[in-house]
């Protein structure tokens, strides 16, 4: 890859990673709010968790997952390879048939919610709280939250393509601090304050689109109503789009499981996995999709360039990239799990029961994160090249093994009577995310899809060697849970970014040692 493409991809990446951060942080703010403010002693929180977990299961698989991946590709050979009103008159017919099906698929939500709700909760129909009834309740007003976020994620799939990262990796901030502002100043009001959160999910939706229609505008690129169902490009999208919405969304499928069998499991079991998930969202979105949206566009260009080098290169870059990061943090979050929950989520509502269950299925998602950053990557070599059928099978396996290891390790904890039997449906979810990052590895190789560079080892050895001696180092810290409790926030705080602090220091100074740099990370 040459050097000024490196620094590209670096800028880039580096660019949708720190708006990434922010964003992840105000998102932490607005999860501790949530949990610090709201109580879950009736289940209340875990009704709001299911009924947001059906419209954000529709914005992976459509926005950031389906509809994104299938999108991009094809404007891509729209943008390089026809004329500037090609490309748009594509843009204007595409969105103007998404958005009708949406809005369509939107009613249907609303009408069927509680059918919805029995299918992905059906523990709840039994809940002596009435959780079935408030789910639905809920869900009447989240759902339409799923139409503005697609329309919002294919609004950042247009900017991404033009090559502008910064505004849809910021846009997320914007529905987090709507929802912090609901949680903390408006949910006194509600009698069930989770309705607050519901209502400002909703409009935090509209907010994030209208966000990004000004600078479509001043690109020129603002859709108008066009329908034309027939148009090539949406024939196009349609033909990579039913296979990607399986494809690239096997943890978003597990996930769902993990709902379905949790609605049975103790009250509080559905926010645990959440709360847990989410922490494992922040490296996996800084890194996994980040490193993804940028190479995705250009993995595009060079396959439709016929590059094959090129490709390659870009490819076997960010499998690297995504171990030097995956590895160490993985590591982190294993050994700080209660560290870090108890700093940043142990007040009021959130007791130390539910950090020690939270961290139980914190430690089993984070064992996972390696292959799901690792798949995110390699799904991109796929899309690029419009190659979508091999992905379905590898997902269809990875979501047999995580259903079966769901019911294998709920019925092996019940019965030996462990208290956090949810840290099972995590470990399953995890274990699936490695078959499903081995066997697109391994097609991608057989099939020379994908041309394996062989200093990856090189960069996994050097990665792995400098993680080893990070962890003795943590380790040498106190970690305690009984030591963490005694301590007020801010003795917490400082000593929990000391620890991640010194610990990156130390993994980043072994690296040099290693010589593993930006400069000679594809050498």
């Known amino acids: ?93 595409s969105i103007t048939t998404l958005t009708l099906i949406l809005i369509i698929i939107s009613i249907i939500g609303v009408l069927v919610a509680p059918i919805l709700i029995y299918i992905i909760a059906p523990g709840f129909v039994n809940s002596e709280f009435g959780q079935n009834e408030l789910s639905a309740d809920l869900l009447r007003i989240t759902f339409p939250y799923m139409l503005f976020i697609c329309l919002t994620a294919v609004a950042g799939s247009i900017l991404n393509t033009y090559e502008n990262f910064s505004i849809p990796a910021l846009t997320p901030v914007l529905l987090n601090i709507i929802l912090i502002i609901s949680v903390i100043f408006i949910s006194p009001y509600f009698k069930e304050p989770v309705f607050a959160l519901a209502w400002g999910l909703l409009f935090g939706g509209v907010v994030q689109l209208l966000f990004q229609l000004y600078p479509l505008i001043k690109m020129g690129l603002l859709p108008k109503f066009k329908l034309n169902k027939k148009h090539p490009g949406i024939l196009k999208i349609k033909e990579l789009m039913l296979p990607v919405i399986f494809g690239s969304s096997v943890t978003q499928i597990n996930l769902v499981f993990d709902t379905i069998i949790a609605s049975f499991l103790i009250t509080g079991s559905i926010s645990w996995l959440y709360m847990s998930d989410r922490f494992i969202e922040l490296p996996l979105a800084l890194f996994g999709i980040s490193i993804a949206t940028v190479l995705l566009p250009k993995l595009s260009e060079y396959f439709g360039k016929s590059d094959t080098n090129s490709y390659n290169n870009t490819l076997n870059w960010g499998l690297k990239l995504g171990i030097l990061i995956s590895i160490p943090t993985t590591i982190g979050l294993i050994l700080l799990a209660k560290p870090i929950l108890i700093t940043l989520l142990q ?166 040692i290693f010589k593993i740099t930006p400069k000679n990370i594809n050498n």
């Open 1 to 93: 890859m040459p050097l000024s493409t490196k620094r590209k991809f670096f800028k880039n990446t580096a660019i949708v990673s720190i708006f990434t951060m922010v964003s992840r942080i105000f998102g932490y703010i607005r999860d501790a709010a949530i949990f610090i403010f709201i109580s879950n002693s009736h289940g209340a929180l875990d009704a709001f968790f299911v009924a947001f977990r059906i419209p954000n299961f529709f914005r992976r698989i459509f926005g950031e997952g389906a509809l994104s991946t299938a999108y991009i590709p094809v404007l891509s050979d729209y943008k390089n390879k026809k004329s500037e009103n090609e490309a748009k008159e594509f843009i204007d017919s």
């Open 347 to 512: 007040y009021k509502e959130f007791s130390p029961h539910d950090v020690n269950m939270t961290a139980l299925s914190l430690i089993a998602f984070a064992a996972g994160l390696p292959a799901m950053i690792g798949a995110k990557i390699l799904i991109s070599g796929y899309y690029a090249r419009k190659d979508t059928r091999y992905p379905v099978k590898a997902a269809l396996v990875a979501v047999i093994f995580n259903f079966v290891l769901n019911i294998v390790f709920v019925i092996y904890l019940t019965n030996i009577k462990f208290s956090g039997v949810h840290v099972g449906l995590a470990l399953a979810t995890s274990i699936s995310a490695y078959i499903n990052f081995f066997l697109l590895l391994k097609n991608a190789i057989k099939t020379k899809i994908f041309m394996f560079d062989h200093s990856i080892k090189k960069v996994f050895y050097k990665s792995s060697v400098a993680s080893i001696i990070m962890t003795l180092l943590i380790l040498c810290f106190d970690l305690n849970s009984t030591t963490w409790l005694s301590w007020a926030l801010l003795e917490r705080i400082i000593t929990l970014f000391s620890i991640i602090l010194i610990a990156t220091i130390l993994y980043f100074i072994f690296l040099f």
